[in-house]
Structure formats: C-alpha cells, structure tokens
C-alpha cells in the first residue's frame, strides 16, 4: 500500500479498540518474570557456554603484543576469540568503530577478545587472565580543545543552513542575545544489558539479541561476519530499555557469533556495566552558541544556533541545531553544525538526538530573552509562534497546535501564580521557581510491512519483525489488528522480533508506534479483501464487527470463513512525497515547578506537566507511559547525568550505576500529562504520529529555567548541580 493522499474515513476512525487505555497485553509476563529476554532464551539454546569480553585498556594506540595461553588452560575454558583467530571481518554500515579491535585500538574498552568457558566465573576469571601489551597514542578526548579543529560533517547529516541576513540583522537588532551553553556526554543507562545468545546450524546462525532494529542489524551482522543476509536470523522478543543504545549491533553480538563458531555449540555474552558504557554508544557532549536578535515589542529578527560536537573518524554529529531551523519565526536565521575528531568511544543516537540536548539550549535562550524583554516566557515563545517553515514559507506544518499546548499548560499548571521576579518565592527553607519550555520533535515515517493470518477460530495473527522496548508495541499493534478485523483484543495474537518475519519500521526516532501500526492496517486491508471474497461478498461494502463479516443482509462468522484452511495476507506501508509538501512535527509544553534549599543549593523536582500534540493517540495509557519515562529522563540531563571524561586517557570515569547518577523514584514527583485531541491525516492512515520521544525534548531546559526563577542563578553547563549554584544564592537567612 502507498501513501501517498491523505487519509480519509477508514476503519481505524470507528475507535472501538484503537484509542483506548489498554492494558499492556505483555504486562503480565514482564511483571511475573516468564518474558524471555534476549539472554534467557535457554530452551531455544540449550547448553550454551558463557563468553566474557576483554576491553582494550588504553584510548588510542595499538596491541604490541597478547598472551592468551593462560587463560586457555584456565579451568572450563573452551576458546579464546581474538582479532588474529577471528579471521576478516568486515564493519557494518551503523558502526563507526570496529566491534572486535586489533591490532589498532581506537577507543577505550574496545573489544580485542573473548574468552567461552562453560560457566560465567570460569569465563570471567579466565578473561583476567588475558594478557595484552599496548603502545599508547596520543588521541583527543577534550571536546573544548578539539573545538577550534573541528570540521563541517558529511552532506546528509544536516550541515548549515542560511536564510536572509542573520549577521545584518543580529548586528542591528536592539535587543540581543548571545550566550553558549555545554551539555555533557551522556549513557542510555538501560536496565538491561547488552545481551545476545549465538548458535550456528551449518552455514546459518541464529542470534537472540536485545536490539531494536532487526533488520538494519540483520544486514549488519552479514557484512561484519561476511555471510549472506539469507543466512543470519536475528531473534528478538523483548527487550529491556533501549533508548537508542541498541539500534544497531554491538560487540557482544558479534563475539557471540564468533565464539559459537569456534566452540561449536551456543554461546551467550552479555556486557559487563562498564562496557555498556564505554564499549557502546553514548550521547555526545556539545557546545552550543545561540543568538537571537529582537526588536523591542519582542518579534525576533534574527535568529542563530551553532553547535560543537564530536565522535571517532567517520563518525557523525549530534544534530542539536535542528528544532532551531522550524520551532520560531525569524526571517534572519542561521544554524550551523561543526565535528570535532575525538578518541572516546562512539557517539550514536539516544532518545531524541539532536532536540533533546539542542532544545536544552535553544529553550533556556528563549527565557532568557524574554527576561531581557521584560516578557512573559509563554507570551514570547507564542508571539513568536509559525504556521509555516521558517526557511521555505511556502511549506505548511500538516498540524502545528504549540500556542494550545503553552496555553492549556498555563492554565493547568497555574503559571499565573509565579512571581516574575527571581530568588523572591519560598517555601520555608525552599527557594521556589516555575519553568516553561516548547517541545518539538520531527514526525518521521518509515516503510513498514506485517503478515495477518486467519484462522478457524477466528483468531488473527500478526507477524512482524517491529520491536517492543517496553514502548507497548505488543499492544497498539494488537489493538490495529481488532479495530481493523473487528475482534476482541483476546482474539489477536502478536508475534514481534523476528527477522523470519515482514521487515517493519523498528522501534527507534519516534517512528515505530504510527508506522508499523500502518504496515499492520496494509495487512489487515488485504485480509479483510481476502476474507470477503471467500464468503462471496463485495469487498467495498463488507463490514468487520463482534468477529463477523457482513454485507447487505447477509452475516458470517470470520471463523466460519476460515474454516476450510487460515487466510493469510501480507503488505507494507511505503510513505510517499507528503512529508515534503507539508512540515510534519510533534509539539508540546513542558511546565516544572522546582524548590532549592536556600542553605545548601539541593533542587527537587516538585511538580511536572507536560503538553503534546501528537497526532492520534493510539493508546493514552501506553503513551503517558513513555511521556513521563521522558520526561524522567529529562530531570536526570537537568540535575546529574554526566559522563566524566578522563581526558589522559580518554575513557568515562563512572562508568557504572553507582557513579553515573540517574533519577530514582524518590527524584521524580507528581507528573501530568495531556494529550490534545487531533488527528493528522497527512501522517499516515493511523492519523497518528510519535510521542515516545517528544517528552524529552525542552524537559531539561524547563528544570534550569525553574531554577533560575527560583534563585536567579542562571546555570549555562549541564547538569545544573548545586555547586554550580551555591556560589551565587540569595544570602541564606
């Protein structure tokens, strides 16, 4: 099916499943523990062996020499994989870095061998035993120094864009603005690790992984390995939290692969917390610098952003600079992104890359013209509201409701009530502020496809190779299939993550929900056709209802239909130009209310609200769910995450739960969230668009504009700790 009109009336519209607080179908099973999980699939690979990965110890250099005879005669030891036994390996179009290094090292922790024993100790302690001998380079892990070398990036990945006159018009705008703001490295920091079970059957290799993209990492894993597509099959059903840290393949999926080969039997490897943070991906650090040009009534004139980032060579950019270039109007404007070469293992994609650390930025340098304006921070960002994108005026948003979602948030949240004037408004011993801050994310869609089976009990089957990282993809998925086949949900059973199934979107950059739902409504379109030429009717005028087909006068159970053998039917959904005829985005509203102890800096987090206009809700449950999860996530880029660089020798210092701090339940208070009603028919045939990520972006700035209402302290380095703050508090009385 293309999609290429926009929507009109269709089943999904009837809204008897799709759009209701569903419980998760696959709740239960998480909750009781009996959902496998990548690294527990112990019946589908019996005795398996335990790998354990040996991390390179320097950042930058080369293996001079490696002793694995030790570790070979350890007790339970079966082999050593290393880069010389391995034989050619290839690399895969989403990794940077090799996921098996030697003899050349080109970040810390990056694999260079793994030892299978029979048991996870003996593996452990046989790895201890691996001795590897460097010779240290000299690399480039400070990203402030490496800035003044840093370089325009590729072509695609977004480079400067220019409309009318900025430097004019900045230059003669009598209000201005012009600061920089850092936010820092960052970790996915998911609950589950990076885990994989690899077993091979002659040529062909099956891998049970927590990935989120089975097919990208499919195609992947046969060019690293050098085999056929045909010949790899990636397995996987659950997944605990991924947040873009496994959209691709990783070491231990490889070395899995690799170990069971030349162990001839099973071999499961899963990342240690430390390599999880420096073996893997991350969120890169920027530097950002924002100006923004006004007259004085508060229309902006001029408006820039320019961003510093950097990974490894061949690496790409965090693309903070891209919600600048549609969230306000300016006819003077200019972003501008610049890669740094930098030593520290691969920066990659995290939930929202680009708007979340860029909209930490943007949104605090909004506040604070508004200040310099004298107005009030929801008046400015709606005065300065577009219907149309700001570089091509000829292009509309299909829908773009941010002044709605600023003005509902105002209103629930009681922005009336803060006083303007900071460090003015306690508590007792509490220093109180309110923040505010515009939420964007770009709606993407991608090709997606899924298999429908009927069968003699009238029960529909979905197939699809769509993941579920806790997103709840199980369920809207289930909940397109009854509204399109009309069926109870207890007559739909989905069957997700297999690459042995129709290639779908995958679950990543907020695209998963809207699109594989569409493949789903494809499927169910030629089933549904299928159906109604078997029990004789006019497809155009069947109806699908309480499990029955009807046509005219004449009803039937979809059972019945089915009875002489299941039907099956298959399709995709491929989108066509109407994304670029009109700009398709998500908005919201973040409101924070924050208290800092006057005597010791210390911010809680009071009270939370967020906004969002994003297209139909399939599943208002679900996706307040991921809204408030993003938004958690975005009190911890606020108030404490940051990935602390050696810069000797290039690796992250707290690189495990204890030391890299992430918010817990006692950091998180109430949290609201409201969904705007709306469609939006150029979307896709689900009307639908992404949300799982838009909860993030602007979250971080609305907590440090809170604390500067509160203290008036202005904090530009992420994360807003309180010794930043301590310095340049209101005197404690």
């Known amino acids: 099916m293309k999609f290429t009109t926009p929507a009109t009336t269709n089943p999904i519209d009837q809204l008897k499943v799709v759009g209701h607080p569903v419980d998760r179908i696959d709740g239960p099973m998480k909750a009781s523990g009996t959902a496998p999980y990548a690294h527990e699939q112990h019946q589908a690979a019996p005795n398996a062996a335990y790998g354990y990965i040996v991390g390179a110890a320097i950042g930058k250099g080369r293996i001079t020499s490696m002793d694995v005879n030790e570790a070979r005669r350890a007790p339970g030891v079966i082999t050593v994989v290393t880069a010389e036994t391995a034989g050619k390996l290839g690399k895969g179009k989403f990794n940077t870095a090799k996921l098996l290094g030697g003899p050349e090292i080109q970040h810390y922790h990056q694999a260079v061998a793994l030892v299978v024993a029979d048991t996870f100790e003996q593996a452990r302690a046989a790895a201890s035993l691996v001795k590897v001998g460097y010779a240290a380079g000299n690399g480039a892990y400070d990203l402030a120094k490496a800035k003044l070398s840093a370089r325009m990036p590729k072509k695609e990945d977004n480079p ?71 010949n790899v099959r990636l397995v996987s059903p659950y997944i605990g939290g991924g947040f873009g840290g496994k959209l691709f393949i990783r070491a231990e999926a490889v070395l899995a692969a690799l170990g069971a080969r030349a162990a001839k039997r099973p071999v499961k490897v899963a990342l240690p917390r430390p390599l999880m943070f420096n073996n893997t991906t991350h969120r890169p650090a920027t530097i950002q610098r924002i100006r923004i040009g006004a007259t004085r009534d508060g229309k902006i004139t001029a408006m820039g952003h320019e961003s510093w980032s950097g990974d490894l060579p061949g690496g790409s950019p965090e693309v903070a600079v891209l919600q600048t270039r549609l969230l306000y109007a300016a006819p003077n404007r200019m972003t501008a992104m610049r890669l740094a070469v930098l030593d520290l293992p691969e920066g990659n994609a995290m939930r929202a890359p680009g708007e979340a650390p860029g909209m930490m930025a943007l949104e605090v340098a909004m506040d604070e013209m508004a200040e310099k304006l004298k107005i009030d921070p929801v008046t400015f960002r709606i005065l300065n509201d577009t ?62 496809a899924a298999r429908v089976r ?50 779908s979107a995958g679950s990543g950059g907020q695209w998963g929900a809207n699109s594989s739902t569409s493949g789903v409504y494809a499927a169910c379109v030629k089933l549904r056709e299928a159906v109604a030429r078997k029990a004789g009717f ?9 499990g029955m087909v009807r046509s005219g006068d004449r009803t039937l159970p979809l059972r019945q239909v089915a009875e002489a053998g299941e039907l099956v039917a298959e399709d995709l959904i491929e989108f066509g130009k109407l994304d670029k005829t009109f700009q398709q985005s998500t908005f919201g509203a973040h409101f924070v209310e924050v208290g800092v102890h006057a005597a010791t800096g210390e911010t809680r987090v009071r009270r939370m609200l967020a906004v969002c206009a994003a297209g139909r809700i399939l599943n208002p449950k679900s996706a307040r769910s991921q809204v408030i999860g993003a938004m958690t996530m975005g009190v911890g880029a606020a108030l404490m995450e940051d990935l602390v660089v050696d810069k000797r020798t290039g690796f992250f210092v707290n690189h495990d739960l204890a030391s ?63 010794d930043k703050l301590l310095a340049k508090m209101p005197v404690y009385t």
Request: aromatic share 8%; with cysteine; net charge negative.
């Open 160 to 230: 400067d864009s220019k409309a009318g006159n900025f430097a004019g018009a900045f230059a003669a705008a009598p209000v201005r603005l012009d600061q920089t703001y850092t936010t820092p490295d960052q970790s996915h920091a998911m609950m589950e690790p990076h885990a994989s079970i690899a077993a091979w059957e002659g040529d062909k290799l099956t891998i049970w992984t927590a990935n989120q993209m089975i097919d990208w990492s499919r195609d992947d894993m046969a060019k690293t390995l050098g085999i056929p597509k045909e």
């Open 387 to 448: 219907k149309v994108d700001p570089e091509k005026p000829d292009r509309r948003f299909s829908q773009r409701r941010l002044i709605e979602c600023l003005r509902t948030g105002a209103d629930k949240f009681g922005w009336n009530a803060r006083n303007p004037e900071p460090g003015k408004s306690r508590d007792g011993q509490w220093l109180v502020g309110m923040g505010v801050a515009a939420a964007f994310r770009n709606n993407l869609d991608m090709k997606s």
């Open 454 to 503: 009927l069968d003699r009990n009238g029960v529909v089957t979905v197939e699809t190779d769509m993941t579920d990282i806790g997103t709840g993809s199980y369920t809207v998925i289930a909940q397109t299939a009854a509204e399109m086949m009309g069926v109870p949900l207890d007559k739909v059973v989905v069957r997700l993550g297999d690459s042995d199934f129709p290639v």
């Open 538 to 546: 006019n497809a155009a005028d069947a109806t699908f209802a309480d």
């Open 660 to 722: 890299y701090e992430v918010p817990v339940h006692a950091d998180i208070p109430h949290q609201d969230v409201i969904f705007l009603d709306e469609t939006d028919p150029m979307s896709s045939p689900m009307k639908a668009k992404g949300v799982g990520e838009l909860g993030i972006c602007g979250v971080g700035a609305a907590i440090a504009n809170a604390v500067y209402n509160a203290t008036g302290v202005r904090v530009r380095d992420y994360p807003v700790t309180l």
